[in-house]
T-cell receptor
């Protein structure tokens, strides 16, 4: 059964710092990996999707990398801003010959960017 | 930008009552999903739906749960007889293709008393 772990559970940084959030998964047979942000009491906003054949994806100040063989992904946020404060979730979709649709989520990293 | 919408935003019900949570997926998407998040816990997969049938479900999705796409736009989750432990945030999601980005709605907070 796929398990997704995110470390640290919480992170506090001063504004302007670059930071890295980590995600690990136990089964490397994944189809893709998706990073989300979740604001308190709100839904999930998709940030980046990395297919299993890709090594990284970039969107603005965000860069996500994937090392499938070691079961790891990182989300790099450059020049952090107070508006980046949220919980960041990592989710993997397993690879299955029969087709598997579900995402398995980590518990998230709660990021606070201090002005 | 197209988005997934959900109603109601908050539903309070008595234990044993039936509830229907409603979602309008993004219009050209073909795959639909329900997830839930119990307070303080991980987001968990419940069910996926494609071509008017359930394509995958988790062990959480027992006989008390059902899904339906009653028309061309709505996607619903029904809980037949709610239990206290069904209290959670329920998220609807949709994607255009099987391996594509899943877009989530804002959620319905279900409180079972």
């Amino acid at each position: 059964k796929q398990e997704v772990t995110q470390i640290p559970a919480a992170l506090s940084v001063p504004e302007g710092e670059n930071l890295v959030l980590n995600c690990s998964f136990t089964d490397s047979a994944i189809y893709n990996l998706q990073w989300f942000r979740q604001d308190p009491g709100k839904g999930l906003t998709s940030l980046l999707l990395i297919q299993s054949s890709q090594r990284e994806q970039t969107s603005g100040r965000l860069n996500a990398s994937l090392d499938k063989s070691s079961g790891r992904s990182t989300l790099y946020i450059a020049a952090s801003q107070p508006g980046d404060s949220a919980t960041y979730l990592c989710a993997v979709r397993r690879h299955s010959g029969a087709g598997s649709y579900q995402l398995t989520f980590g518990k998230g990293t709660k990021l606070s960017v201090i002005p | 930008e197209p988005e997934v919408t959900q109603t109601p935003s908050h539903q309070v019900t008595q234990m044993g009552q039936e509830v229907i949570l409603r979602c309008v997926p993004i219009s050209n998407h073909l795959y639909f999903y329900w997830y839930r998040q119990i307070l303080g816990q991980k987001v968990e997969f419940l069910v996926s739906f494609y071509n008017n049938e359930i394509s995958e479900k988790s062990e959480i999705f027992d006989d008390q749960f059902s899904v339906e796409r009653p028309d061309g736009s709505n996607f619903t989750l029904k809980i037949r007889s709610t239990k206290l432990e069904d209290s959670a945030m329920y998220f609807c999601a949709s994607s255009s293709g099987l391996g594509d980005t899943q877009y989530f709605g804002p959620g319905t907070r279900l409180t079972v008393l």
